[in-house]
């Protein structure tokens, strides 16, 4: 039930709290500005970014009205900036920019604008279009489902036989199942390796192992980080090997190098998505690292448990202690994971509306409901080991007696090994018992197991979709001080929600100096977006009480960083102005 309630305090106020944040890179500002007219031909072309790109695999470039190349071929990125050299002395004419450049977190994106020189007509911009080939973002998205599911059962199998199963060392299904998990693991992020360069450059997989393609995966982030992947589940692979060998524990430092192996696997894994995007990326990739071990203590321990120990007629001895451990480990796993996936979610979405409004959101909300069933599961077969296996406790009061002599027991020592063997027979009955009812526990923890991996799934496709925050605007809310000839007189509250490019709702609230509400007699509002030369466009507003204004349908014609004026006339002699700015994706 806490559980539960924390899921539920998320949807109705984390995101309502969230700040903002962003992932996916989105273009704020372009010079020259789009359908720019300009008087003399520019040196360069420079493209700004909300977040840190890299050209990768992509590309930009300028062409004329006929698709002629009038760029050097040397565009070259500096943080968030990207500069595209031009050819000396360019005639009058139209002018098209194109561009495809990788974000931070791995994701590709593309666009198009045009300008003029001299009185030529503007070239007609379009980025329609897909922007991967399907069959490469289809074969992502599986190789991504079957590399979690790698993980999990690497990290998952030898935490289960670690804290849960001390005789599991001995199962040849157990070592199997580590093994095959972690081979896979390496294997799928090679295969993601592979898969990145055409991925990035929109082709098909016929260039899977183009040279300049691989080269350039290689030389970004997200390449090392899938690099840093296959090797750590490797290392984890045969740090683990002697324990599984000899069918016993891991030596102390075979049990610190598959610690550090582990570790490194969720970080690497962490590396690869929207966490290393946006604000705080080192806490995210973090946060994003516990999640990923807890999903794989949870969901790996639980698979082994159903092929191995819950097995119909193949029952393990120990299956009992197993239970009562591992409902104790999973139950911390699962509050890891609701913990780290409110966070997660508050910085990837921003607002509740973006539950509904994207994507991201709604597969988020799809990830969600398949969790809220696995809690109820969850919830049953923790409930199922708690009255039928029971908490394993000492009597209270009992004393260890440690005797001198071999012949100085007394009849309190035989009073101690009777209640050890009445409880050790009180756990055989309660075991036996228990056997009677298993079948109720597989369905429970089937069906734990089967969303577990509908989760898996949709985990699988939101890493490779754009989170709400790089499709929905930050909404602007800020108060501003009126300025006059004769200084400061009131101020003015403003909020344009979504701030995006199209429909915008305005509201402005004017305040005297008293703070109280106030009826100017002349309001103007005006856009303008001076890199790209367009405006002042004025803002239609209309009263809606005493001192408040609101345009219920404000148009912000393109992304862009755009000027907001507010100018307010007192009255006959005096007036005031008040400017902010805001970025438009």
Request: proline share 5%.
């Amino acid at each position: 039930m806490p559980l539960l309630l924390l899921v539920t305090g998320w949807l109705l106020a984390g995101v309502v709290l969230a700040g903002p944040a962003a992932a996916h890179a989105g273009l704020v500002a372009t010079e020259p500005g789009e359908s720019a007219r300009l008087e003399t031909a520019p040196t360069e072309v420079t493209l700004t970014f909300n977040e840190g790109v890299s050209l990768g695999a992509g590309y930009a470039r300028v062409l004329t009205a006929e698709g002629e190349r009038v760029d050097t071929d040397d565009a070259s990125v500096d943080g968030d900036v990207v500069t595209i050299p031009l050819q000396p002395d360019l005639g009058d004419g139209g002018y098209l920019v194109t561009y495809r450049i990788v974000s931070a977190d791995s994701h590709p994106i593309q666009g198009a604008f045009s300008f003029v020189v001299g009185d030529g007509e503007l070239v007609a911009a379009s980025a329609d279009g897909p922007i991967a080939d399907r069959l490469v973002e289809g074969a992502q998205q599986l190789v991504r489902t079957v590399g979690f599911a790698g993980i999990a059962f690497a990290v998952g199998v030898p935490v289960l036989v670690l804290l849960c199963l001390p005789r599991g060392w001995s199962s040849r299904r157990l070592r199997l199942m580590s093994t095959w998990g972690a081979a896979t693991a390496a294997g799928t992020a090679v295969l993601l390796f592979l898969l990145q360069g055409p991925y990035a450059a929109g082709s098909g997989l016929g260039s899977l192992l183009d040279p300049e393609l691989l080269s350039a995966t290689a030389a970004s982030t997200a390449g090392w980080a899938l690099l840093a992947r296959a090797v750590l589940a490797v290392a984890l692979l045969f740090a683990l090997r002697p324990a599984w060998r000899r069918e016993g524990p891991p030596e102390v430092p075979e049990l610190a190098a598959a610690a550090l192996s582990a570790t490194g696997l969720a970080l690497a894994t962490a590396a690869t998505g929207h966490a290393v995007a946006g604000s705080w990326p080192v806490l995210a990739i973090g946060v994003t690292a516990v999640h990923v071990v807890a999903m794989s203590v949870w969901l790996g321990g639980l698979v082994a448990l159903l092929l191995v120990v819950l097995r119909p007629f193949d029952e393990d001895a120990d299956f009992a202690d197993a239970m009562r451990r591992f409902s104790r480990v999973a139950f911390a796993a699962v509050a890891a994971l609701v913990v780290t996936g409110i966070l997660q979610s508050v910085r990837e979405l921003g607002s509740p509306t973006a539950l509904v409004d994207t994507v991201y959101g709604r597969l988020l909300m799809a990830k969600l409901t398949f969790f809220l069933v696995v809690l109820g599961a969850a919830g049953v077969s923790r409930v199922w080991v708690q009255q039928r296996l029971g908490v394993r406790r000492a009597p209270a009061g009992r004393r260890t007696r440690v005797t001198a002599h071999a012949f100085g027991a007394t009849a309190e020592g035989r009073v101690d090994s009777d209640e050890d063997e009445s409880v050790a027979a009180r756990s055989r009955m309660q075991s036996d018992g228990a056997r009677d009812q298993l079948p109720s526990l597989r369905r429970s923890m089937l069906v734990e197991a089967v969303l577990g991996a509908a989760i898996v799934l949709v985990s699988a496709v939101l890493v490779g979709t754009p989170p709400a925050q790089a499709v929905a605007g930050d909404p602007v809310d800020v108060t501003m001080s009126l300025e006059g000839s004769s200084g400061e007189a009131g101020s003015v509250q403003v909020t344009v929600v979504p701030a995006q490019a199209g429909s915008n709702v305005l509201q402005l609230y004017l305040y005297d100096d008293e703070g109280r509400a106030t009826q100017p007699e002349q309001i103007r509002v005006a856009l303008t977006e001076e890199q790209q030369e367009i405006g002042p466009l004025d803002v239609d507003i209309a009263a809606a009480g005493p001192g408040r204004y609101v345009a219920q349908d404000m148009a912000v014609p393109t992304a862009g960083t755009w000027r907001l004026t507010v100018t307010v006339r007192l009255d006959e002699f005096t007036a005031t102005t008040a400017s902010t700015t805001f970025a438009v994706r």
